[in-house]
């Protein structure tokens, strides 16, 4: 395929699955498979691999975050940028903890209908949370923002994020849907999923380099190194424009279609895994 059409093709579906929650892996690995022939297992390391636009997407996104918490490393800044200092560490290292080992031992082993689970759960656990916010009115509607988060709220996200290696699952969708169901506004949950996406892509390319390094290098010689400039290039734009986007629905404020199109996108998102067998 002309590298050109192949690299737009590969930025468009990763710049746009990464950040909602539909698995960004299962969409990458369709497209492989069908387009490249990939495997399984290559299939799924250059979706990790690809995570490189999303990436710089994020950091150009949120520069002004990122050089707060530089300064928060150095003791200076305000209180705000401290706590996000913490609570970037300490989902990345649960998330590191927990994802590795995932991505090691597990991965290359589950296939089938059975990957589309996890996603199918958290779909079914978000239209329930939209049908009590529904029933309740205002009594469960999300308050809370990063200074009110606690140190077990860390934990869930990370353990959350650390799934996400799991062939099948959305990192954006499990960060973001845990942050929503614990309390956070929605706008804050969005942004504080997106943030954690930063050291937790790093990780993940970094793991995949050190870990399937052959099998990278073996893909790029079908993808192209044209290919995947170009594919890197469109999903970083690409991103930009879905992050501001997504921001400004969630500072909409309509925390029941939010709710309820999280947990549909979910769910399809885990069909579309089951049905495919790919994660």
Do not use: C
Request: without cysteine.
């Amino acid at each position: 395929m002309n590298p050109l059409i192949l690299g737009v093709i590969l930025g468009v579906v990763q710049g746009i699955s990464e950040w909602i929650p539909i698995s960004s892996k299962t969409q990458i690995l369709i497209v492989s498979y069908f387009v490249l022939g990939l495997g399984f297992a290559s299939g799924y390391a250059f979706g990790l691999f690809m995570e490189i636009g999303t990436l710089a997407a994020a950091i150009i996104y949120f520069r002004r975050e990122l050089y707060s918490v530089v300064l928060a490393i150095f003791r200076k800044g305000k209180r705000e940028d401290k706590v996000l200092l913490r609570y970037l560490i300490i989902t990345t290292i649960i998330t590191g903890l927990m994802g590795v080992p995932i991505y090691l031992f597990i991965v290359n082993l589950v296939k089938g209908p059975i990957i589309g689970i996890p996603m199918m759960i958290l779909g079914f656990v978000l239209i329930i949370d939209g049908i009590t916010i529904y029933f309740t009115r205002k009594s469960y509607i999300p308050k809370k923002e990063l200074l009110q988060l606690t140190w077990k709220d860390y934990f869930i996200v990370g353990l959350a994020q650390g799934l996400a290696a799991l062939p099948g699952v959305s990192r954006s969708g499990m960060t973001t849907s845990a942050l929503i169901l614990l309390g956070v506004k929605p706008q804050e949950a969005f942004r504080l999923s997106f943030l954690a996406l930063i050291p937790a892509s790093i990780g993940a390319i970094g793991v995949t380099l050190l870990f399937s390094r052959h099998t990278i290098e073996s893909t790029l010689g079908l993808v192209s190194y044209d290919a995947l400039g170009i594919s890197i290039l469109v999903a970083t734009l690409v991103s930009l424009v879905l992050i501001e986007s997504l921001l400004k629905f969630a500072r909409s404020n309509k925390i029941l279609l939010l709710v309820f199109t999280l947990g549909i996108l979910a769910l399809i998102s885990g069909l579309i895994s089951s049905v495919t067998g790919f994660g």
